[in-house]
């Protein structure tokens, strides 16, 4: 194993990387002046034992039966989908139109009319009637008037895009196909077939239609769909309601790292990240290490989701396992055999509120998002779950001897590029990624198909709103 194999594992994943010799690419050779002991060396040196990993990697120092009781990754996503299955459905809200991208419908959107609702041209032109050629009326057609005169055998008149038909028009002629000679007549210069560029009534649906089903996420182009079917107004899903509570002590807000504090990376994070996963966050709570304010903040929140950052491991101040026993709340999923991220939890303090406990280190705490924040939300909200998709690899990546990674990527072309800087505590790399790629246990060699993760904004979709 590399030195820089090494900075990207936290010390007990480094060891056991060393150790169990996992699947390596053709270009990644094993380092034979290098062992355990100089690994752990190396990333002292190179400042990995860094104060953001501080309390919640207390659990790395050790072997204890925290591994054993921790749930493995997929069964984490699966727990996560059922406890928010378990609050059953949610009241829809009525909201306009222009407030519905993102949300789910809480009802089919059936026509409210025939669309197009009457005749209309396809194209800028002349309604013409009958064989030409045509005279040509005085007073064009323009859209948003009311509906013309009729058309008689040998007449024409000028008509615009979106125009209403008049009565027996038998085809629009394109300005492009037609010409006048010196007595004003109107010749076509290329045939012309009957109906043609004429929108006829209800070519696209008829009232009463169903144009989408219940539970379809609202796209830009399904506004446009909404608005163009008569509707001012939408039954939807409401987007689920989440609390941020950040803690620790040694987080700063402004200005440089200084004296043994850090900046907080999580707070400015997370909420843009959970807008994008469908969520609204509806307050950002700093409460540094106090176990009481902890306390009231849980007891007091309104929120279907509490989402807390840091101390969730065993440490001296690490808080949220006590004030989950103190609200009685139920454990539901307590660590995760995920790198990074192994001490997230999810726990149900009421039948109807659910709280995710994240790591503290950024990387890991976008692991916990992943895991255990984006099945919760997407089911409270009523999305359909994405299509599973798997990418090669371009390069090989390390894996734990035990548990699932989750390692930044960038798609190029057919292949996913493991992305480095990606260290528990590093955001470098998840900043240019386009993907989480899912490693088993043991690693990934190149070329191997693996499952991907889309980052809510790289798709292209409507998340990249952060609406």
């Known amino acids: 194993m590399t030195a820089q194999d090494a900075e990207e594992l936290d ?16 270009a990644e050779p094993p380092s034979p002046r290098e062992t355990p002991t100089t690994a752990r060396a190396d990333r002292e040196r190179a ?4 104060p953001h990993r501080g309390k919640d990697d207390t659990h790395h120092r050790a072997k204890d039966d925290s591994h054993h009781r921790a749930t493995s990754w997929p069964e984490a996503r699966a727990v996560a989908e059922r406890a928010a299955r378990s609050v059953g459905r949610r009241s ?13 419908l809480a009802a089919p959107l059936t026509a409210l009319t025939d669309l197009p609702s009457f005749d209309t041209s396809a194209m800028d032109g002349w309604a013409v009637a ?33 125009a209403r038909i008049p009565p027996d028009t038998t085809a629009v002629l394109r300005s492009e196909h037609g010409r006048t000679d ?27 239609d169903q144009l989408l089903p219940l539970g379809t996420q609202i796209t830009p182009a399904a506004l446009g769909l909404a608005s163009a079917a008569g509707y001012d107004t939408l039954s939807v899903l409401p987007r689920p309601r989440v609390e941020l509570l950040v803690l620790g002590d ?40 106090d176990a009481e304010a902890l306390y009231r903040a849980v007891k007091k929140s309104s929120a279907e989701l509490i989402v807390t950052t840091g101390g969730t491991a065993s440490g001296p101040v690490d808080h949220v396992h006590p004030t989950l026993r103190r609200v009685g709340a139920e454990l539901l999923v307590d660590g995760v055999k995920v790198r990074p991220g192994h001490p997230m939890l999810l726990a149900r303090i009421k039948p109807d509120q659910h709280l995710v406990g994240l790591p503290g280190n ?54 996913a590029l493991p992305l480095h800087y990606n260290g528990p505590a590093m955001l470098r790399g998840i900043a240019t990624a386009d993907a989480l790629a899912v490693v088993p246990p043991g690693g990934a060699r190149s070329g191997q198909e693996l499952e991907l993760l889309d980052l809510p904004w790289a798709t292209g979709g409507i998340q990249v709103c952060f609406t």
């Open 11 to 26: 010390v007990e994943e480094a060891l056991a990387v060393a150790n169990d010799r996992p699947v390596r690419g053709p």
């Open 47 to 50: 400042g990995h034992a860094d």
């Open 92 to 104: 829809p809200v009525s909201v306009t139109v222009d407030k519905a991208l993102g949300l789910v």
């Open 130 to 162: 009958g064989p030409g050629p045509w005279v040509v009326r005085e007073n064009g057609v323009l859209a948003g008037h009311a509906e013309p005169v009729r058309l008689t055998d040998g007449e024409a008149v000028r008509i615009a895009t979106g």
């Open 182 to 208: 010196d007595k004003g007549r109107l010749h076509p210069t290329r045939d012309l077939a009957h109906g043609q560029d004429i929108r006829p009534r209800g070519q696209e649906c008829r009232n009463g």
């Open 250 to 289: 040694e987080l700063l807000t402004e200005g440089l790292p200084r004296e043994g504090s850090i900046r907080d990376a999580l707070g400015p994070m997370l909420p843009s990240w959970l807008r994008a996963l469908g969520a609204e966050v509806t307050a950002v709570r700093r409460l540094g290490d």
């Open 362 to 415: 950024p990387l890991a705490a976008v692991s916990g998002l992943f895991t255990l924040a984006e099945p919760l939300l997407r089911t409270l909200a009523g999305r359909a779950a994405p299509e599973p998709y798997a990418m090669p690899l371009r390069e090989g990546v390390h894996g734990h001897p035990y548990d699932t990674r989750l390692v930044p990527v960038s798609l190029r072309g057919d292949d």
